[in-house]
């Protein structure tokens, strides 16, 4: 391989890890009823796989691991998996304060 790919594909598992982080730290500040909530996986499972995740993407980036190797390729996709799908429909229920009420304006309520 050239040193020209070899740099390229070096930059993708750095641009992969930074995106696995990303979805760990928005799995860790989603509430735990969120998941069943909207039908998806337990949050202990999400947190398992995305913490393996940013390990074994830590690894492709630092070059532990081969830059085309299987577990680097699946780590990205796990945290794409989170980011596209689970993020999106538990969203509503991310950093909800209880309290509130349907007369609630933008100011307070009324």
């Known amino acids: 391989m050239t040193a020209g790919l070899s740099y390229f594909f070096w ?3 750095i641009v992969a890890f930074v ?5 760990l730290i928005d799995v860790l500040q989603v509430p735990e009823g969120a998941f069943p909530a909207a039908d998806k996986q337990t949050k202990k499972l999400w947190l398992i796989l995305l913490v393996v995740a940013n ?29 596209a799908d689970v993020k999106p429909a538990v969203k509503p229920y991310k950093n909800k304060k209880g309290g509130g009420n349907s007369s609630s304006g933008p100011y307070g309520p009324w």
Do not use: K
Request: charged share 5%; net charge negative; proline share 5%.
């Open 11 to 13: 930059f993708l598992a």
């Open 19 to 23: 995106f696995e982080v990303i979805a």
């Open 55 to 83: 390990v074994v993407g830590l690894g492709g980036a630092v070059g532990f691991l081969p830059l085309l190797s299987f577990l680097p390729i699946a780590a990205f996709i796990v945290a794409a998996i989170y980011l």
